[in-house]
């Protein structure tokens, strides 16, 4: 009896590892959603730009000598409100509560007349603070010159500060701040998501390899001759000529998992900051590498000139510099082969470079090839 059950259990454990190993096959092993590698043709936000006041600050605002466009601005706002000022009063106008400011905004795709969107306020003339501040009715244009939105409201501005005496203390930028929900959309931006049969997804970068991979996966979940990969980039849906249809039909297409190779061994170095960022597919063939610094030392000292007694000469004070150069001797230092990343920032650090220096010898490398690796320099 013992025997016999004991087979039984072990039949059971046997069918459960073989269903636990078939579901794990068919998991790819890197997979990700159509929406994480591609977007919709022609469903973008659109740049909103526009030219306003902002009133109400605490003597931090324009200097009118410097930023006479301000005391325009001023004029030309009075006079739409009926107020006239004499043409001798515009040079006597102290204007340290107002400040001119240009106000910039993105207009999401689909958004609809009567929508609420943020906007950001950014000083334009010598003001050094808009806190406080109230932005008054800006209309927001986009590249068309045809206006979508109208902001206003009061600014929120994320820093702090503080001067007396010639001393100052600031935290964060205090000339540019955010106005949440302080633009009221005008005017829609016509989407051709709702004309024509065919929609194109773009991936978000370059690769035949995804391109033909998200064309495959939509063709396998949504039917054969669903999707077809016209380039590295671009890839054309069939959709339902239905409107009610093609956003449910988006949604599915978006869901779709699609099973990627690994990505291509890349090095992105950023030759402004110094900053070094690798994937995990980058990988180092044996090499040695020798790094030394070299520094130079410049130091000035006064000094006088004293003239004898009764010469008749004048004290002079001259100055006398002095140049030191220090060379610290590089030794050759081997570096191993690597397979996985975490090998590869130790064999990097182990050679005591900074930032800046791991650039040459990354590239250096690549040019030996010891780096198996793309260097890409943004």
């Known amino acids: 009896m013992i025997a016999s059950l004991s087979n039984k259990w072990r039949r059971i454990l046997a069918a459960a590892l073989v269903c636990a190993l078939g579901v794990l096959a068919a998991v790819p092993a890197q997979a990700e959603h159509v929406r994480d590698l591609a977007s919709v043709r022609g469903v973008r936000g659109n740049a909103l730009l526009g030219y306003g006041l902002v009133v109400g600050l605490d003597n931090s605002g324009d200097q009118t000598m410097m930023t006479p466009f301000t005391v325009q601005s001023l004029q030309s706002m009075l006079q739409n409100l009926g107020i006239t000022i004499p043409p001798s009063a515009t040079s006597s106008m102290m204007l340290t509560d107002i400040a001119a400011v240009m106000v910039t905004a993105t207009l999401p795709a689909f958004a609809q007349p009567g929508q609420r969107i943020d906007v950001t306020v950014s000083a334009l003339g010598t003001a050094t603070s808009l806190r406080g501040g109230t932005l008054l009715m800006t209309p927001l244009k986009g590249v068309d010159g ?127 900051t110094g900053s070094i960022v690798m994937n995990r597919m980058v990988t180092l063939e044996p090499a040695a590498v020798a790094h030394g610094n070299l520094s130079v030392t410049i130091s000035t000292t006064p000094v006088v000139s004293q003239p004898g007694a009764l010469s008749g000469g004048q004290t002079v004070v001259t100055q006398q510099s002095s140049i030191k150069v220090k060379q610290q001797g590089g030794s050759l230092m081997q570096v191993p082969q690597t397979a996985n990343l975490s090998d590869l920032v130790n064999a990097l650090n182990a050679l005591g470079a900074n930032p800046a220096d791991l650039v040459s010898i990354l590239q250096a490398l690549k040019a030996s090839g010891a780096l198996k690796a793309d260097l890409e320099v943004i």
């Open 146 to 272: 045809t206006v979508y939105a109208v902001a206003q409201g009061n600014v929120v501005i994320g820093g702090a500060g503080a001067s007396q005496n010639g001393s100052k203390v600031q935290i964060n930028q205090l000339a540019a701040g955010r106005i949440p929900e302080g633009a009221t959309v005008e005017r829609a931006v016509a989407s051709p998501f709702q004309r024509g049969g065919m929609l194109a997804l773009e991936l978000n970068s370059t690769d035949f390899g995804t391109a033909a991979a998200v064309a495959h996966a939509i063709n396998a979940t949504l039917g054969a001759g669903t999707a077809a990969a016209q380039d590295g980039r671009t890839i054309d849906v069939k959709a339902p000529a239905d409107p009610n249809a093609r956003v449910d039909f988006m949604a599915r297409v978006e869901s779709v998992d699609v099973a990627l190779a690994d990505p291509p061994a890349r090095v992105i170095i950023n030759a402004r």
